[in-house]
């Protein structure tokens, strides 16, 4: 198939392979900040074809793993009830709240839509004018474009009952609070590519300077993924620390501007909490004032209490690459895709999933 | 299912509803959708609800139909509801599919499928013209399969209390002397093959709900099977028939190895898929190999006979594009082989497949 094949040639993966390993001449830690690099790295065992001292960490960047507990109870809390319907991608549907998700609030008698993109759910809007319409605004820099089209939409064409329900994060924020962690092993980043399609990278290159790390704007094809590594640790031995771009078919410095504009008129950054690593200082998106009539957390000002996490989940540790999913001791045994205990485990983006489906156990486990 | 005679004891069985029910449930308070994925919450239901209440070998041994013995006549006997929304999808629709979905079920033990029932439900408001559509098409696919559809039932539900028009059908075939399938019987050694390119009825559908269109290629490939299964029986040793339908062929490569106690390896590539469902999975981010399939079988053959069945099944036209997907091999579960050479396990899901946000 066009566009894919030509990224998944075996014999020029090879290549490339041994490039790195005639590159690499001690041990890196490199973290793909994307749950979409994840899944292919994971998926093709392109970690374990990889010369043994590049490490690969895996980053926050799965929209489903870090919308913290509280929001997610509140879209259950909202769905439950019989003036609203909730509209959201698929994955989001199976993450566990804290006692619930939204399967489960759907069996129970919320109306709870799958649909594929946020103008569906403007469509269900204007099919039920009498009910208020929340629909499920997850995702990083990539999805906030669509997100604002549609609450744009809604303003020009006077849908009232259209509301979205904002969990939107920032990859940047992230990859400073990860640098600043004490025991951070992070020493260079793969950056997302299709955030960076449209944020461009130069929010990266402040980030170069200040912490002298490589970042690569990288793909999610094997090919793109070990490009962008080779790109990494040729940066690495030669000391540099600069943003390069090896998704180059998608991605330009500057980004683009049409989704930066309506991004900038429907939403403001504010603080904003992830699961698995706490608040970090403006590292999400809510609606700005103009706007805020379609907010559904404005709609519905429920309190929703805050539940803290499952102690056995290690989830933080592992968004920030400071443990493989497989050290957690609940991992394949207590958690698992179908009891999911941690975020990580539900979306196959989520680095646990990856590693459970990918049959990767823990040495003492494996046997 | 009869509950005990609590009325005996002096005890009413409102006093005792914990006995009224002696059905063990798996763990949760409600069914959800994902129990009728056909993945591992449905294996769950089935394991821990049905089989212990029914019993008897035929149902546990969890067949696509069972087959029963008649004064020396052996019967495969089979049903199946049909739900699927929308009612009409590119290529098929309700209609032919509950047609081919129990002709398939049996088809796959061997058998000859001959009669079928039909019992429709049907929403109160339903189009007149939809339910004569989906009639004609049912008509359509018995024709094209050659069964006979003997006896029916109908009922009307009022509105809202069912999505528009379900259907269920049961089927009966004859299986003949000396055939002897099931998925207990592969062996190592023992090659797999698929009948045809994967994933298409299941993007088909989901494409036509999301409203994606993909140059107007997508086209379900519901299909009676009895052909293609008929020309590969006749060819060579076949151990084990399946049609991939929910679940897809990773569901079905994966109750094949557990049925059988051995491990099965495919290679990623070798599986035929049609580039317009490749790309549609690309772009929802769906493994074909889960997806569902009404017109594909998995099928497991002796070594020696894999390239004579394979050639027969490139005789009948749904058989056209068959392949040599993987092998069967000593151990457990079910692996494959990725473009860049290393090896992934093929996992049951726990329920669907879900599209992702990005």
Not at chain 1, 169 to 198: D, E
Not at chain 2, 40 to 46: C, E, G, N, R
Not at chain 2, 220 to 240: H, N, Y
Request: net charge negative; with cysteine; hydrophobic share 45%.
């Amino acid at each position: 198939m066009k566009f894919v094949d030509e990224y998944r040639d075996a014999h020029i993966a090879k290549g490339v392979l041994a490039d790195i390993g005639r590159t690499v001449t001690r041990p890196w830690t490199i973290m793909e900040v994307c749950g979409g690099q994840t899944h292919t790295l994971i998926r093709q065992g392109i970690d374990q074809l990889l010369p043994p001292e590049v490490e690969m960490v895996h980053g926050p960047g799965c929209p489903v793993c870090v919308t913290p507990l509280s929001i997610i109870d509140r879209a259950v809390s909202i769905a439950k009830r019989p003036d609203a319907i909730l509209c959201s991608f698929g994955d989001m549907l199976r993450v566990p709240g804290s006692s619930e998700d939204l399967f489960m609030a759907r069996a129970a008698g919320g109306d709870v839509r799958v649909v594929y993109s946020p103008l569906d759910a403007l469509e269900v809007a204007k099919a039920n004018p009498d009910r208020t319409v929340v629909f499920f605004a997850v995702g990083f820099e990539t999805t906030a474009p669509a997100n604002a089209m549609a609450v744009r939409q809604a303003r020009l064409q006077d849908v009232e009952n259209f509301t979205l329900l904002v969990a939107h994060v920032l990859v940047p924020p992230a990859m400073l609070a990860i640098l600043s962690a004490p025991g951070n092993r992070v020493q260079a980043f793969l950056a997302p590519g299709h955030v960076c399609t449209v944020m461009g990278w130069t929010e990266y290159e402040p980030i170069t300077e200040t912490f002298r790390v490589p970042i690569v704007v990288t793909g999610f094809e094997p090919l793109d993924l070990l490009e962008g590594i080779h790109m990494t640790v040729r940066q690495l031995e030669e000391g540099r620390a600069e943003v390069e771009n090896q998704y180059v078919r998608s991605v330009v410095r500057e980004g683009n501007a049409a989704a930066m504009r309506v991004v900038a008129e429907v939403f403001e950054p504010c603080d904003r909490a992830w699961r698995g690593l706490g608040p970090i200082p403006n590292s999400g998106l809510r609606l700005t004032e103009a706007y805020r009539a379609h907010d559904a957390e404005v709609r519905f000002p429920e309190v929703v209490e805050e539940v803290p996490e499952s102690e056995l989940c290690i989830a933080g540790m592992v968004l920030q690459g400071r443990a493989k999913p497989h050290d957690c001791p609940a991992f394949g045994t207590e958690c698992t895709p179908e009891h999911p205990l941690g975020a990580p485990m539900v979306s196959t983006e989520g680095a646990c999933a990856a590693y459970f489906l990918a049959g990767r156990r823990r040495e003492a486990v494996t046997s | 299912m009869t509950a005990p005679d609590a009325s005996a004891s002096g005890v009413s069985a409102r006093e005792v509803p914990a006995l009224a029910c002696p059905v063990p449930l798996p763990p949760g308070d409600a069914v959800l959708l994902g129990h009728g994925s056909g993945g591992k919450l449905t294996a769950d239901l089935i394991r821990t609800v049905f089989v212990p209440a029914f019993g008897g070998a035929e149902l546990a041994r969890l067949g696509d139909a069972a087959v029963v013995e008649l004064d020396g006549v052996r019967l495969a006997f089979t049903t199946d509801g049909f739900v699927v929304t929308p009612r009409f999808f590119p290529g098929s629709d309700i209609g032919a599919l509950s047609v081919n979905g129990t002709v398939n079920d049996l088809a796959m033990m061997g058998a000859t499928p001959l009669f079928l029932s039909a019992g429709l439900i049907l929403e109160e408001g339903l189009p007149m013209q939809d339910l004569g559509r989906v009639v004609a098409s049912m008509a359509e696919a018995c024709r094209a399969a050659g069964v006979r559809l003997v006896t029916g039932d109908t009922k009307v539900v009022e509105r809202g209390g069912a999505d528009g028009l379900y259907v269920t059908t049961a089927g009966i075939g004859l299986v003949p002397r000396g055939v002897e399938v099931g998925p207990e019987r592969a062996r190592p050694g023992d090659a797999v093959l698929v009948s045809g390119p994967i994933g298409s009825h299941g993007v088909a559908v989901m494409s036509r709900r999301a409203g994606i269109e993909f140059d107007g290629t997508l086209r379900s490939d519901s299909a009676p099977l009895s052909g293609v299964a008929r020309a590969m029986l006749g060819a060579g040793d076949l151990r084990a028939m399946r049609d991939a339908t929910r679940g897809g062929v990773a569901s079905v490569l994966n109750e094949i190895a557990e049925a059988s106690g051995v491990g099965i390896t495919t290679d990623e590539s070798a599986f035929p898929i049609l580039d317009p469902v490749r790309a549609a999975c690309e772009m929802l981010g769906l493994d074909p190999m889960y997806v569902a399939n009404e017109g594909v079988c998995v099928a497991v053959v002796a070594s020696g006979d894999a390239e004579a069945v394979l050639a027969a099944a490139r005789s009948d036209p749904m058989g056209a594009s068959a392949a040599i997907v993987g092998s069967v091999e000593e151990g457990r579960g079910v692996r494959v082989r990725t473009g860049l050479g290393g090896t992934r396990p093929l996992v049951m899901l726990a329920g669907d497949q879900l599209p992702r946000i990005c």
